[in-house]
């Protein structure tokens, strides 16, 4: 495993010369390239806090000038500023390994995460410090309550940012389904006691779905509006959506891999039966082969779904009765409209059919998964 330890720590004027501080929050701002927002937003902390006992935390990937800039604003600022600079190597794990190596630069009984360019409203971090007072986990949310995510530039960003949220919700139903409308937002605030943080695994830009998904918390959420950034220009880019899909399956391989066995089991009977019946039956038309096949796979699918993909979400609000139903009418609607959807593929797209069968297969099982944990097994 990589080496995250601070290559350059910068005590603050309030921080002396210990490399941790056990104060009550540190609040850890990961930055690249953001020397145009350091002083303002440690001005808007410095008024916010007032005297709490809080540090500010920067963890710095820059190429810029940043370290300068940071460096200038923690000397003439009213509270502890420290800086963990981390070059080349050293730069592990993007911004979720920036957070992470912050996490363990510190030492305080509460950990607040915020961007660096003023999208997360300074005034908000008491309201969320306090919030964590009475849970483990302390959510700003775009999503919940009277939140807005009007700053997410773009209709694709925002396809993309409530595309994951969903996703995520329905691989992990319990642990963020039930609990927060915005597992994407890098705005939070956690107790440290209640977080394994030698399990994170930095890697992307996700920080709080690991924290999220690989612990039981309570959590409480607090609405806010996501605002524009004040300068420069953001660092999310396609990579991060790659690493998402791998962050992933890396965290709970179990559920969604069981769904997918279970589907390719689905398959083989599916097979089966239809090779069983044109054998017994030489006159039967193929295409009712194909229907019987077609509905004693769902069936199986159904059976072994019960048991062993989503035993522990079976007490949800519908019965058993309910979910079959639900199984069947969701299978059947979803196998009629891919035949279209094929169709399309291939005569407006100009698709190889094939491609666009693995395509269309592809979509069916994502949109599947999601129907399955978030409709039939629902709390
Ligand atoms: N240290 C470090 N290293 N910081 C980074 C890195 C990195 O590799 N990449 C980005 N950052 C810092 C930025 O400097 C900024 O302070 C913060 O992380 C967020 O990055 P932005 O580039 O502003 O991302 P965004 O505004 O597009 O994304 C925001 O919304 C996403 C959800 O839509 C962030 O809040 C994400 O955390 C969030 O997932
Ligand atoms: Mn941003």
Same mark, same amino acid.
């Given at each position: ?9 910068? /005590? ?7 490399? &941790?501080?056990?104060?009550d ?8 390239n $953001? ?14 806090v007032?005297?709490? @006992?809080?540090e ?16 200038r ?12 600079? &981390?070059?080349? $190597? $050293?730069?592990?794990?993007?911004l979720?390994g ?8 510190? @030492? ?14 300074p ?12 849970v ?9 309550g @009277?939140? @807005? ?9 925002r ?13 992990? /139903?319990?642990?963020v ?39 039981d ?9 996501? $605002? ?30 069981r ?12 097979l ?9 039956? /030489? ?16 069936l ?9 993909v ?29 035949? /279209? ?8 797209m ?16 994502v ?13």
């Amino acid at each position: 495993t990589a080496d995250l330890s601070p290559r350059v720590v910068v /005590p603050g004027p309030g921080a002396g010369a210990r490399p &941790r501080t056990a104060v009550d929050t540190t609040i850890i701002v990961p930055t690249y390239n $953001e020397a145009g927002n350091v002083a303002a937003l440690v001005d808007r902390l410095a008024a916010a806090v007032g005297d709490r @006992d809080v540090e500010v935390l920067f963890v710095d990937d820059s190429t810029d000038d940043t370290p300068a800039e940071i460096r200038r604003v923690a000397a003439r600022a009213p509270l502890p500023v420290r800086l963990v600079h &981390r070059e080349g $190597e $050293e730069r592990v794990g993007g911004l979720a390994g920036a957070v992470t190596a912050g996490i363990r630069a510190s @030492d305080s009984d509460f950990v607040l995460v915020m961007d660096g360019d003023l999208q997360h409203p300074p005034e908000m971090v008491p309201d969320l410090r306090e919030t964590a007072d009475d849970v483990d986990l302390a959510v700003a949310s775009r999503y919940g309550g @009277d939140g @807005d995510s009007s700053g997410l530039a773009g209709t694709y960003r925002r396809w993309v940012s409530s595309g994951s949220t969903v996703l995520a919700q329905a691989c992990f /139903p319990r642990r963020v389904g039930r609990v927060c409308t915005d597992p994407m937002t890098g705005f939070f605030c956690f107790r440290r006691s209640a977080v394994d943080t030698g399990r994170l695994r930095p890697r992307g830009f996700k920080i709080l779905l690991e924290i999220l998904a690989r612990h039981d918390l309570r959590v409480r959420e607090v609405p806010f509006t996501f $605002e524009d950034r004040l300068a420069g220009e953001s660092k999310a880019s396609w990579r991060n959506g790659v690493q998402f899909a791998y962050q992933m399956l890396g965290l709970r391989m179990g559920r969604m891999t069981r769904f997918a066995a279970v589907g390719a089991l689905g398959t083989l009977v599916n097979l089966a039966v239809m090779a069983g019946l044109v054998a017994a039956l /030489p006159g039967l038309w193929y295409v009712l082969a194909a229907v019987v096949a077609a509905e004693v796979s769902i069936l199986h699918n159904f059976v072994l779904q019960e048991r062993f993909v989503f035993r522990d979400l079976r007490d949800g609000v519908n019965s058993r009765r309910r979910r079959l139903a639900q199984h069947l009418a969701f299978n059947n609607a979803e196998a009629l409209l891919r035949l /279209p959807f094929l169709v399309l593929l291939v005569e407006t797209m100009h698709l190889w059919a094939l491609l666009a069968q693995a395509v269309t297969l592809g979509v069916a099982f994502v949109v599947r998964f999601i129907f399955v944990s978030r409709v039939v097994y629902r709390a």
